[in-house]
């Protein structure tokens, strides 16, 4: 740990000491003579002695600038000199450092002759933290809507799930014309705007989009805005598709949208049985970032079905489903920079799955296995709403949200385990709401305070019913019996409230907060047996839990910003002071604890160039179990897993500390960058697991125990202008040390992930476009307990060509090969391919599309997984061959 701290400071000091060469700097702002600002005019700082440039810059949105001066500059030699097109240059003596120099410009009366450059060279446009792509020099032909254009964008990588990196870091928000209609559920943009309607995607780094902390508070964010054309902002637009074919299958996508300055909107109507998941769409893509910023992560589920493992394929490939969903979103600018939004959907789906794994543990000096085969079905109903207000002014902020959510869902399983066959239901019913309210506002003194309040309530009703006598050896004294009935619910209340104070100055913004959360929660359970004359009864004394939980925060917090233009950095100090106290009444429990914790953080950013970067981070902090790590009772979570808990609470001491370097080159569409990480979680408490060929049974034991990882990850991707192809390629290196205590062993484990990947986007000619791209992953885990070490390795690849003879004809082929190779067991190989043929016909304006997807019929597919010293071995049943007919056309 003093290695670290000595190497972190060492790095500080290293980097801080560039700035000294800067002395004071000049500011100003840059206005026409009507008063309006003028954006991007050139302010050039020049010495009169020999008339050269000694600092440059431009004016922002708001016509302000900033001139760093350096430290041996003698004032009294100093000019300052505008320029912008179409107006007439200007140039004022410095007369001091302390007092804003402000400009004025009038008109110029000399016209600039036109000029026309043509080009097929893809151009990106930097101005400031924005990087702009057009649309136009990177779209094909059969790209239907935005996002199949972002995915080739230089720089930019989409993920399965839809999430957006740009230059390996994920974007915070996705803006349509500078506004948030969406809030991070951004697929339903990058699924729905056509990318004809897109004039440029704008990538915005440091993006801070309060206007109050702009230039005062720091912010490593990365946005992305999808800058709409004008001729697309004046009209209704959609994009329409109704889809029939074989065997019995239907795919329908009907919606609506509005891009005016005053009015957005994106709703939709669809439904599918191709297996295309709707609810992909609706991700949140930071929600873990929220709720640790928020501090109340949400009861998880506690009960299930059973683990399965999610197949490395696309959705669609192993995806049954019957789905519909209804989704609403739509934002109103009012007048002095008040917004109201409402974003809502509705969603029923009808789900299948049919599988079969065999499970491997290997112990010291044995080894357990179990089979199972499931036919699981699921119908969930989901509703979500959320109403926004936001208003953000230069001098003050509101934002209010309001959400809503109501999911019910029936999950069926018929399943065969080992020689026992048996039937679950399991009903799952939340109910939440919260709301959120932030309110930022700039006094006269320039100072800022905050008031801030959050305050939301939970409740997940779970029901699971296994039966007939499953088991009975060990639930039921070797009694044949009709049923398991195990419930569980967690209510609970949370509210976050706090005050803070900013101090911004020209160096430096001092913030200072002090708020306190409440948390209150109740978890009861019970196990009964359900008899063969219908009689109920407790499987067990400890088959009961009624847990009362309460959770009290004070805390207080000093942060200091520094938003430089070349260094950029936060320190953030906080102290908390904390109380919890449980009970149960059933077991004689009644137990409390009073914590005081400082958990400081410390960003940093430097500039080495206009474009390149560094970064570090280091973070300590102390984090304490919840209601579900204290339940003494027994809970059946699932149909092979008793849990309980026999420690006190869990306490965990957590320290991270990372670093990077971002490379880019716009002129060159050149970017690449390398980051490195390490983790170390040190516990009071660890797991222990006793397993058998029939139940695992799990409970906690005062023991302490350490987690240590390291990941190094990279990314590169350039733009080769001479074979109008971009090639990109990305590696992730990872370790982990872990312990874990089973079947009365102490057991470490070391498990290292490595994962390669090469991806090329090339335009053959412009007629012909070829994708290809490959994904190695080699996964190790062995102990010194054990002599024999185990090791998967996958590699995947996918290739497609489009092919566009003329404008009214377009074909696509496309392919994917599996392979995945473990000692000891056969290779496995599957190759699936997907076709299509689009015909457009001008005069009704509609496209007729017949697609065949998985048309070699391949219906099972079996993977391996490999976690610490268990290995399981999966058998999916597929859908087989999907032939479609689209009908598809434009509002």
Known sequence: MKHITRLTGLLVMGMLLPAAVFG???????????????????????????????????????????????????????????????????????????????????RSVNELQTVNIKSSRPILRTHGDTLSYNVSDFANPQDRTIGEVIKRLPGITVASDGTIRYNNK????????????????????TNSIPQVAVNQVQVIQNDQPIKVLQNKVLSDDVALNLQIKKGAKLHLMGQESIGAGLPANYDVDLNAMMFKDSYKAINYLAGNNTGYDVQQDLVSHNLTEYNQLIDNALPATVLSLGAVNTPALAENRYFFDQAGVLNANNLINLKNNVQLRVNAYYVHDTQRQDYSQQTTVFLPGDTVKYNETQHNRSIPDILHT???????????????????DDKNIINYSALKADSSAVNQVFKDNTLNFSNEFNLIKSLKSNNIIQAYSYISHSAEPENLVIGPGYNAAILNNSVPYAQLVQNVNVPSWYTNN??????????????????????????????????????????SDSALNHVNWTRKKFYAEAAYDLPGDILKANLTLPVTLQQISYSDSLYTLNKSLTRLYFNPQFRMKYQVSTENYFNLFYNYRNEIGTIENVYPGYILTDYRTLYANNAGLTEQQIQQAGGGFSYRRALTLFFWNINALYSHTAANNISSSVITNNIQEGIVLPYPNSNDSWTVNGFISKYSFALRTTFSGAIT?????????????????????ETYNVNTDTKVIDAVNFTYKA???????????????????????????????????????????????????????????DASAKFRVAKWKTDLELSANNFLNVKTYNALYLSANTLTASSYTLPGRIVLLKVLFNL
Not at 43 to 65: C, F, M, P, R
Not at 170 to 188: C, E, F, M, R, T
Not at 504 to 528: A, M
Not at 733 to 753: E, G, R, Y
């Open 170 to 189: 994920p974007i915070s928000a996705l803006y349509i014309g500078g506004d948030n209609l969406l809030d991070d559920k951004y697929s339903v943009a």
């Open 775 to 833: 994904t190695l992953t080699q996964t190790g885990s062995h102990s010194p307990v054990e002599a024999s070490a185990f090791q998967i390795d996958q590699l995947v690849q996918q290739a497609s060509v489009n092919y566009d003879p003329v404008d009214e004809v377009q074909f696509s082929l496309s392919g994917e090969h599996y392979f995945t190779r473990q000692q000891g067991n056969p290779d496995l190989k599957y190759f699936f391919a």
């Open 386 to 404: 959320q109403f926004t207000l936001n208003i953000n002014r230069d001098k003050y902020y509101l934002n209010d949200a309001l959400l809503m």
């Open 24 to 106: 004071q700097t000049i500011k100003g702002t840059v206005k026409d003579s009507t008063g309006s600002a003028v954006p991007y005019a050139s302010v050039n700082l020049k010495s009169s002695v020999n008339n050269s440039i000694i600092a440059y810059t431009v004016t922002d949105n708001k016509g302000a600038y900033l001139l760093r001066v350096p430290a041996s500059t003698t004032t009294n030699s100093l000019t300052v000199e505008v320029h912008s097109i179409g107006f007439k240059s200007q140039v004022k003596a410095v007369a001091g450092l302390n007092a804003p120099i402000d400009f004025t410009l009038s």
């Open 498 to 539: 706090y005050f803070s104070f900013k101090i911004p100055s020209n160096l430096i913004t001092q913030s200072y907060r002090t708020g306190f959360s409440v948390q209150s929660q109740t978890l009861t359970s019970g196990l009964n047996v359900v008899q063969n004359n219908n009689s109920s009864n407790l499987e």
């Open 733 to 753: 290196w990872q370790t982990n040390h872990s312990v874990q205590i089973q079947n009365n062993a102490l057991l470490p484990f070391n498990t290292t992930s």
